[in-house]
């Protein structure tokens, strides 16, 4: 037996046999090719556009499509038949000696970049239709790496050297209970994701390949960060007992399920979910939250292999939201970029892709995404109490070109006479330094704010999120950082603007009492972790204002770390 500490990134408890998994990202192989070689490598090409074409009339004859996918679906097969793609490929295999991967990438390269540099609409939305024609094709002809996740089940315990969040799902589907990885840190997208699903995660842990080799038997606990390798009797009777305590804390919990969120001197303070998928909406229900202060939709993107209709959006977001009227699901728009690559968008690698084109930015730059997303939100408006919400809003003039858009989106949709609810509430997340230092322009234009601290603690510390070696700077309760919080919530309350912190401060009980003092109202919690914040919100009372309030956050990180670890404590143990 051998017990090995690492970092606990996710709560979660498993005991499985250790299986090492390589995620193979496929590069297009180049090469050149031969006289010879061309007239087969012309064949191939005449196969691989033979094959997709038969793919999308299979697709089309399948009765449940809708008539936005059937269009789709046409406008694909019509740029499978293009004469001119057509022949720039068999150019560039013939003349240019390039085998058929890569001329077929570099012709729908350049017809890609060419519509994405048009400023109309239409030919942005070419663009995306190009990009996935290019990868139908490139499946056909790239030898497909066997599925690495496909031999996962509750009883593993994988072992990766990366892993990107959209993988996180594959996990969940396989029943995975808890996973090793390694560089993974707190706030990354795969550690939120990790949680939202609950499933475990240990990052961190040295010389792992050197202790743990394929095949043994480990147990691993997301919550201390602890991996044992072939655990003996003993050590298995307490992890026996540890799953028992697990859910004796649920019910515990549950019985806070009917209480009020007030504190001790009858304040209320708002609790909603933070959500990744669509299928955690019924959590909002289960644990009586006040409903979704973050719904992360860029994950339905990353699940899927294709880019989602407005059809298969208005779908989503109107379950969702009927789900649990008349509670708001505030639904944020793609928070795409940063470590939250899609492969279904060409997009210039970045040097810096978290300064990058990211979140509004990156909308921004990709209209008809946007507007696509902000028609099926404003469409499912209908039917429940839809919030819609900017990411990476870096000031109110921002806001108000993403504003501007979703004024044209509901315009289109009155014209068309396609129903729709325009009355419904716009806010920004505060998640860049200079959005809180706007925060008085942006309160008095929004609806709502809430406070991003994951990027926020980012930017304003320039430590990157995702990077586990710089992970001791990234400081969530760093006194430059709650002075950009407070002002937010000065500036909000002047306006009567209601303003939350979603990011992961609010789902760490020790910044409760801290945040409650300083005067925050709403809360967006993880699920995982709603009945233990509840809990501390209970215990909280009106002395926190007076500790909070008179607190000098221009002092040194040590002063404050009093604050928190020591004064605040007797709140959240
Ligand atoms: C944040 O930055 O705090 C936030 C909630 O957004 P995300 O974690 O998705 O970047
Ligand atoms: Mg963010």
Known sequence: MKTMK?????????????KYIKIMRSEIPAHNISKAESK????IFEDILDKSRAEL????KAEQISESEKEILGTHLEIIDDPELKEQITLSITKDSH???KAIDLAFEKAIIFFQSMENEMFSQRAIDFADVRKRLL???????HDPFADLNAESIPIFSEISP???SLLSKQ???????????YTSHVGILSRALNIGCVSNIEELEEYIKEGDYVIVDGETGTVIRQPDDEALELFAQQLQIQDLIHQKGERLRDIESHTKDARHIDIALNIGLPLEIDQVQELRSSGVGLFRTEFLFLAQDHLPSEAEQYKVYSEMASKIAPKPLTIRTFDLGGDKISHLIPAPKEENPNLGNRGVRFSLAHPQILRTQLKAILRAAVHGNIRIMFPMIIDVDDFLEAKRILGQCADELYEEGTAHNADIQVGSMIEIPSAALSSCALARECDFLSIGTNDLVQYTLAVDRNNEAVNRYYIQHHPAVLKLIRATIINASRHGTPVSICGEMASIKQYIPLLIGMGVKELSVNAAVYYEIKSVVRNCDAKLHMIVKNFDFSTSLPK?????????KPYYS
Request: contains cysteine.
């Open 139 to 145: 499946h056909i002809v790239l030898p497909q790496e």
């Open 560 to 568: 404050v770390d009093e604050l928190v670890y020591r004064t605040l």
């Open 6 to 18: 690492g970092t606990g990134i996710a709560k979660g408890l498993a005991f499985g046999k250790a």
């Open 40 to 43: 087969a490598e012309l064949a």
């Open 175 to 185: 029943h995975v209970g808890a996973y090793i990885c390694k560089g993974i840190s």
């Open 99 to 101: 085998n058929v991967a």
């Open 57 to 60: 009339q299979n697709y089309l």
């Open 166 to 168: 959209s993988e996180i």
